[in-house]
C-alpha cells in the first residue's frame, strides 16, 4: 500500500483541456452610407458662393429679413411673391426661418441647400433598400449617391431660395413612398403625413397619391395591398382626404 501511494504521488496530475481557439471578431461594416452623404454635403456645400441668382432677387433681396420668430411664422399665410397663385406655406416658412438665423447670407443659405441634398439621398437610398425592389445593398446606394451628385439638382442647390422652394418637396415624396412600400400601418400614417408636408412646400407633390396607387397596382411593397375595391378604397382614404 506504501508503494502504490508513493506511485500515485508520482503520476503527473492530468492535464485541463485547452479551450478552443476564439474566433476572430466580425470586421466592422465599411461605413459607406455615412461617406456618400458626406461626400454629397462637401460637394455642394464647396460650390456655394456668396451671388444672388433668378429668384433670390423676389424671394430674398427685395423681401425684408425676418426680424423675429412671429415674423417668420407669418409666412405660413402670405400669399406667394408677386400674388402669383400658389400656396406655399412651408416653403415660405422654411425659408424665412433660415432667413431668421443665418441672415441674408446667400452662401449660408445655399449650405442649408446642400443639406436638403443629403436629406434627398439618404431618403432614396432608404427607398431602393425597401424590399419591394428587390435591389443589392451596393446598387441602392450607387442608385442614392446618382441622385445625390446629379448635375441637374445645381440649379436647385446653387439657388439660395431653391431648396425651399425646388428641393423640400422632392425630400417628402420620395420620403413618401419609401415608406408606403414598406406597407405597416405606421409607416403608411408617415407617408401620408410626408404627402401632405410636400403639397404644402410645392404643388407638383400633387403626384405623390398617384405614386402610392401604382406602387399598390404594381404589387409593391412588402405587404401588397389586397385587390379588391374596398380595400383599397379604405387604404386610399386617408390619403384623398389630404388632397381634399
Not at 433670390?56 to 423675429?68: F, G, M, N
Amino acid at each position: 500500500p506504501a508503494v502504490t501511494r508513493a506511485r500515485r504521488r508520482r503520476r503527473p496530475a492530468a492535464l485541463d483541456p485547452a479551450p478552443p481557439p476564439s474566433s476572430p471578431p466580425p470586421p466592422r461594416p465599411f461605413p459607406a452610407l455615412p461617406l456618400t452623404l458626406l461626400g454629397v454635403a462637401l460637394l455642394w456645400s464647396l460650390g456655394a458662393s456668396a451671388a444672388w441668382i433668378y429668384d433670390d432677387l423676389p424671394l430674398i433681396v427685395d423681401t425684408p429679413r425676418p426680424a423675429s420668430l412671429d415674423d417668420a411664422l407669418a409666412a405660413l399665410r402670405s400669399a406667394h411673391w408677386n400674388n402669383l397663385p400658389y400656396y406655399r406655406p412651408l416653403s415660405r416658412a422654411t425659408l424665412a426661418l433660415a432667413r431668421l438665423t443665418l441672415g441674408d447670407d446667400a452662401a449660408a443659405l445655399k449650405i442649408v441647400n446642400a443639406g436638403f441634398m443629403v436629406l434627398l439621398t439618404l431618403c432614396t437610398d432608404a427607398m431602393l433598400r425597401a424590399r419591394a425592389f428587390g435591389l443589392p445593398r451596393g446598387a441602392a446606394l450607387l442608385g442614392a449617391a446618382l441622385v445625390g451628385v446629379h448635375p441637374a439638382a445645381a440649379e436647385c442647390v446653387h439657388v439660395a431660395s431653391g431648396g425651399a422652394e425646388s428641393l423640400a418637396h422632392l425630400v417628402c415624396a420620395v420620403g413618401a413612398v419609401s415608406l408606403w412600400v414598406r406597407g405597416a400601418r405606421g409607416q403608411r400614417a408617415g407617408a401620408v403625413a410626408l404627402c401632405a408636408a410636400g403639397m404644402l412646400f410645392k404643388e407638383q407633390a400633387v403626384v405623390i397619391p398617384a405614386l402610392f396607387v401604382l406602387a399598390d397596382l404594381l404589387g409593391l411593397g412588402d405587404e401588397p395591398p389586397r385587390r379588391d375595391p374596398a380595400a383599397l378604397l379604405a387604404r386610399h382614404a386617408p390619403v384623398a382626404i389630404v388632397v381634399v
